[in-house]
């Protein structure tokens, strides 16, 4: 799933792991828990976390390709915030190679919205769940009952950085995929549901035309 902070990966990739009964790797949630438990990669992920910027690629690629080898993922997977870099999605290439292909969708939002909505969301201290719109005004979290905070780089002039980064590091995938014949597009300024349900369609076309064609990424 390609997108920017505040896209909507994450809450849609909730969705689709759901529906699917797959599982859904977010690279920002693992270093998250990373930092939070005070492994070595967490405690020197944290600045860069703190500062918007991206956490080395050789870092990232070890964590992912340690998770794609569990057997939890043989039937699919959902991947929130990975790759972000092209030498990650090159290294990703190479991990699923012999598995079926990848379906990249990338979810597009203009740069305005993303700033109003990543200034605006909240998160649960206690289960991660985002809270947007009237949900994010309550100091409840709707799931568990935790209190909702605002995350720690969700402020403004790390929004902008994470931005920055974006444009400069990630957008560039868009190039590297999407002549594949598995890339799509969705709308992600429309509303939530509208969302998921484009997604869906995204998902099914792009794994159908595969089954069909019997095209290798
Ligand atoms: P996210 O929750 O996806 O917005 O990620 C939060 C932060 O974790 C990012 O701003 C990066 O500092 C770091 N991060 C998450 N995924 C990656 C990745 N694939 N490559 C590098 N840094 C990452």
């Given at each position: 799933?390609?997108g920017?902070?505040?896209?909507?990966?994450?809450?849609?990739?909730?969705?689709?792991?759901?529906a699917?009964?797959?599982?859904k790797?977010?690279?920002?949630?693992?270093?998250?828990e990373a930092?939070h438990n005070?492994?070595?990669?967490?405690?020197?992920a944290?600045?860069?976390?703190?500062?918007?910027?991206?956490?080395?690629?050789?870092?990232?690629?070890g964590?992912?390709?340690?998770?794609?080898?569990?057997?939890?993922?043989?039937n699919?997977?959902?991947?929130?915030?990975?790759?972000?870099?092209?030498?990650?999605?090159?290294?990703?290439?190479e991990?699923?190679?012999?598995r079926?292909?990848?379906?990249?969708?990338?979810?597009?939002?203009?740069?305005?919205?993303?700033v109003?909505?990543l200034?605006?969301?909240?998160?649960?201290?206690?289960c991660?769940?985002t809270?947007?719109?009237?949900a994010?005004?309550?100091?409840?979290?709707q799931?568990?009952?935790?209190?909702?905070?605002?995350?720690s780089?969700?402020?403004?002039?790390?929004?902008?950085e994470?931005?920055?980064?974006?444009?400069?590091?990630?957008?560039?995938?868009v190039?590297y995929?999407?002549?594949?014949?598995?890339?799509?597009?969705?709308?992600?300024?429309?509303?939530?549901?509208?969302?998921?349900?484009?997604?869906?369609?995204?998902?099914?076309?792009?794994?159908s035309?595969?089954?069909?064609k019997g095209?290798?990424?």
């Amino acid at each position: 799933m390609l997108g920017a902070p505040g896209a909507g990966k994450g809450t849609q990739a909730e969705q689709v792991a759901r529906a699917r009964a797959i599982p859904k790797i977010s690279t920002g949630d693992i270093l998250r828990e990373a930092v939070h438990n005070g492994t070595a990669i967490g405690r020197r992920a944290n600045d860069i976390m703190a500062r918007g910027e991206l956490v080395n690629d050789d870092v990232m690629i070890g964590i992912v390709r340690e998770r794609l080898d569990q057997n939890d993922v043989r039937n699919g997977f959902i991947l929130d915030g990975f790759p972000r870099t092209v030498i990650q999605a090159a290294a990703l290439d190479e991990i699923v190679k012999g598995r079926d292909p990848l379906v990249v969708i990338e979810i597009v939002v203009p740069e305005d919205e993303l700033v109003r909505r990543l200034s605006r969301r909240m998160v649960c201290e206690k289960c991660g769940e985002t809270a947007h719109g009237a949900a994010a005004k309550i100091p409840d979290c709707q799931r568990c009952g935790g209190r909702l905070v605002q995350r720690s780089d969700d402020h403004d002039a790390v929004v902008i950085e994470r931005l920055k980064v974006y444009n400069r590091q990630t957008q560039p995938l868009v190039e590297y995929y999407q002549t594949r014949p598995t890339f799509r597009s969705v709308n992600g300024s429309q509303a939530s549901d509208r969302v998921a349900s484009d997604l869906m369609a995204a998902i099914e076309s792009a794994a159908s035309g595969v089954a069909a064609k019997g095209v290798r990424p």
